[in-house]
Structures are given as C-alpha cells and as structure tokens.
C-alpha cells in the first residue's frame, strides 16, 4: 500500500472501531469520548501489538505514526486551547468560601494520597522517566490522581441532566478552580533552572501581551476574532515550548486570558463537540501507542489499581470533609462521585510527564489505565445515586 492508502486504513480503524464498539456497548452509560479512549488504548503495541505483531506493523508504520502524532499534536492543542477559553471563574469568585473550600479539599486530599502511592511505586524501578526527579515522578503522578477532567464532566452533567441545573453549577465552580491548580502545579514540575531565563521570559511575554490581547478582541469585527484568537494561540503555545515548560501550558494559557463569550458560547460549545468528533480520536490513538507495559503486565495493572484506590478514595474522602465544613447533605457523594472523573484532562497531563521524559511508559499505562477506571466507574455510580428519592426530588433545589 502507498503511505497515504496505510494512512487512510489507520485512520479508517481508529473512527469506525470505537463508534462501533459504543454503539454495541457502550452507549448507554458512556460518552463516545470514553470508549475511543478505551479504543486507543486496545490499539497500541500492548493490546493489538502484542495480539498480532505484524498487523499492527503493517498498519501503524512510523510514516504513519509520525502523521498520527502531528494531527494529535494539532488536535491536543486546540482542544485545550478551548478548555481555556471555556473556563469562567467569575462564579468562583462570586462564592469564594464555598467554592475555595470545597476545590481545595477535592484537590488536596487526593493529591496527597496519589503522590504517596507515587512514592510507593518508586520503591522499585522502571516508574521514573529518564530526566525525571523523584518528586517531580511523585507529584506528578499525585497531580494525575486529582484532576478532574472538565470537559468530560460537562458531557456526563449534560447527559444526567445537571448541567443548567444548581448542582450542577456548583460541581463547575469547583472543578474549574481545580483546573487552574493543575496547570500551576504542571509549571511547578516542569520549572527547570538550566532554562529559568526562558520561563521568566515566558512569564513577562505572557503578563505583556494578555492585556492588549484582551483589549484587541473584543474590538475585532465578530470574523476576525477566531483566526487572531488561532494565531495567539499558535504563538504563546511556541513561545511556551521554546521556554521548557510544554506547548499544551501556552495554548492553555492563550484561551484562558479571552472569554467565550467574546466567540458567542453556543459556537464554542459547537466548535468543542466538533473536534471531539472529528479531531481527538486520533490524539487518542496517538496516546494508545505510547502505551507500554515493559514492567510486566500483572505489575502495571497493580500500579494502576494503586492509583485508582488513591484517586477515586481520595476524591471522596476530600469531598466528605469539604461537606462537612459547608454542611452538605447527600449531594455530597453525587458531587464526589462526579469531580474523580478523569480521562481527558489527566491523559493530556500524563502525555505532558511523559514527553518530558519525568515519567516511564509504564507509569503512562498505570496513569492511563486508572483514568479510564475512574470514568467508567462514575454515571452507573452517579445514576444510581439520583434514583434515590431523597436527592431526585430535590436536586433542583439544590444550592
């Protein structure tokens, strides 16, 4: 086959294999996102690579993984741009105790508990990336263990019929605060002194820049807002690399300084859902093949099982004590329950550790295997929670 007919296959398997599998499966208790996920994971050299070695060569040639990985690339990047441009603290702000309370024990206590798990797995090796620090390995994997990934929250509140409701509010206050910490704590791992004069560099261009951005937008006719906004985006993301600290940090950064409703919200909304279709799958298969399981098989599913237990506990277990400071009822388990999902936000900051080489492939795995455990685990857990009368008939009201 010509490299564009292998291509083509690739990308022919990656679409058609996870719709496929939700239609049969899936569909009910799972957003499309979840099992192309699921999917991209079965795809890489751990799964099919093992099963049929020369198939999966066949089709994923390096030519054809260099592609994957440069349309990933792209995609990765707009989407979190938009993640950015989506986050809104004005709400946050508006209810400071609560919303600082609650994020900060939802974030801290699993945070604490996944960077001890990180400590336990750092006991033996074949865990910490080749430029990586043991702390920098323990918190990042801790950081992992405490993401809450907004973007699949949102799809699981629409889809529970939350999403415009009080509860629902609440649950987006908290975790957008959170996301903020995430990629704070991401710059904090990633600071490296031998570049220090390139991330203060950053940090200036960044403090310079976002006000006249801010003041430019607004002022563009409604046409030209989205391609200054794309060229920001490509420029800090650069800028953001070259410095050492990550392009997805930049393109991050470069949509959380606008507002959405600068771009009309519906079309954002819109533009989200559309890449998620069209565009992510192929991250997400790109993120399969980095899958590795060179610890052993039985050891990377216990690393993730460990992790799974320090995630989804520790959210829990934060989410308790947050409750019971602001006096919560039984929403407080719905809202625990919904703040451990994890998948897309942690697998974009697991390929962050991974890329600089300050986690293993088999760290990867286990983060990977446990993000797509605790999101699959949440709406059986979340539906049955809302059956109950005592939250059905009240979650309206909820404040």
């Keep these: 086959m010509t490299p564009n007919e292998t291509l083509l296959l690739a990308l022919l398997v990656i679409f058609a294999l996870p719709w496929a599998l939700w239609r049969l499966w899936g569909k009910i208790t ?5 099992v192309q996920i699921v999917g991209g994971i079965l795809l890489g050299p751990g799964v099919f690579g093992a099963v049929a070695p020369g198939l999966h060569g066949e089709i994923f040639t390096p030519q054809v993984i260099a592609s994957l990985n440069a349309l990933g690339l792209w995609a990765v990047t707009v989407f979190v741009f938009i993640a950015g441009l989506e986050l809104d603290i004005s709400e946050a702000l508006a209810n400071r105790r609560e919303t600082v309370t609650a994020a900060g024990f939802a974030l801290g206590v699993p945070l604490v ?7 336990v797995l750092l006991q033996t090796e074949g865990w910490m990336g080749a430029a990586g620090h043991p702390w920098q390995t323990a918190l990042g994997i801790g950081m992992a263990c405490a993401v809450t990934a907004l973007p699949i929250l949102i799809l699981f509140l629409d889809q529970l019929d939350l999403l ?5 509010q609440r ?8 996301d903020i910490a995430i990629w704070a704590v991401l710059a904090l791992i990633l600071l490296d002194w031998t570049r220090v004069s390139r991330q203060l560099g950053f940090v200036l261009i960044l403090l310079t820049l976002s006000p006249l951005v801010r003041r430019l937008v607004p002022r563009l006719r409604p046409t030209d807002r989205w391609p200054v906004a794309l060229v920001w985006m490509i420029a800090l993301a650069f800028v953001s690399d070259w410095a050492g600290l990550h392009f997805m940090v930049g393109a991050f950064l470069a949509g959380a300084v606008l507002e959405a409703r600068w ?11 559309a890449w998620l279709l069209v565009m992510m799958p192929v991250f997400f298969l790109s993120t399969g093949l980095r899958t590795g399981f060179q610890a052993g098989g039985w050891v990377v599913l216990a690393a993730a099982l460990l992790l799974l237990v320090a995630s989804v506990g520790g959210k829990l ?5 947050a409750g019971r400071q602001l006096g919560w009822g039984r929403e407080t388990w719905v809202i625990g329950w919904l703040l451990q999902t994890k998948a897309l936000i942690m697998i974009i900051f697991a390929n962050i550790l991974l890329d600089k080489e300050i986690i293993s492939p088999a760290a990867f795995t286990a983060l990977l295997l446990m993000a797509v455990g605790s999101t699959v685990l949440t709406m059986p857990v979340v539906t049955r929670l809302l059956s109950r009368p005592d939250l059905s008939r009240h979650r309206d009201a909820v404040k």
């Design 263 to 273: 771009f009309d919200v519906t079309r954002v909304d819109r533009l989200r859902e």
């Design 30 to 34: 799972l957003p499309l996102v979840v």
């Design 164 to 168: 415009r409701r009080p509860l629902g």
């Design 113 to 119: 508990l996944g960077t001890l798990a990180g400590g």
């Design 171 to 178: 649950i987006l206050r908290y975790a957008s605060l959170d």
């Design 317 to 321: 277990l934060g989410v308790w004590l």
